[in-house]
């Protein structure tokens, strides 16, 4: 599975942005986790095959992950966004037909390189 994010960039404090992940293949899990300088890898969305959701805790109302399955895409919308939000947002997938969980990074076999979102106050 390869996967290519793209959409990031800079945003003012309170826009929005929404990142986009195409993959190749079919996986089952697919997922977007954050890293942020100095700080270890986190969560923020993932989604299943079947369309269910999980986000990170502090991120819930604010973003949202979607799918479309046509495309082989994974999109995540952010809004409201604060500069605690920059970081380098990584897309993830596995093809094991098991939990989807947004707090186990380990659980995903495939990553892609990576884009970076940079939100100014």
């Known amino acids: 599975v390869q996967l290519v994010e793209s959409g990031g960039g800079s945003v003012q404090a309170g826009g929005s942005r929404r990142l986009s992940c195409a993959a190749s293949?079919?996986?089952?899990?697919m997922g977007w986790f954050r890293q942020a300088p100095g700080k270890e890898r986190g969560g923020a969305a993932v989604?299943?095959?079947?369309?269910?959701?999980s986000y990170a805790d502090s991120l819930k109302g604010r973003f949202t992950a979607s799918q479309d399955n046509a495309k082989n895409t994974l999109y995540l919308q952010m809004n409201s966004l604060k500069p605690e939000d920059t970081a380098m947002y990584y897309c993830?997938?596995?093809?094991?037909?098991?939990?989807?969980?947004?707090?186990?990074?380990?659980?995903?076999?495939?990553w892609g390189q990576g884009t970076q979102v940079t939100v100014s106050s």
């Open positions: 989604i299943e095959g079947g369309g269910v959701t």
């Open positions: 293949g079919y996986p089952y899990c």
């Open positions: 993830a997938a596995r093809l094991r037909r098991w939990l989807c969980r947004v707090t186990e990074s380990a659980d995903f076999s495939y």
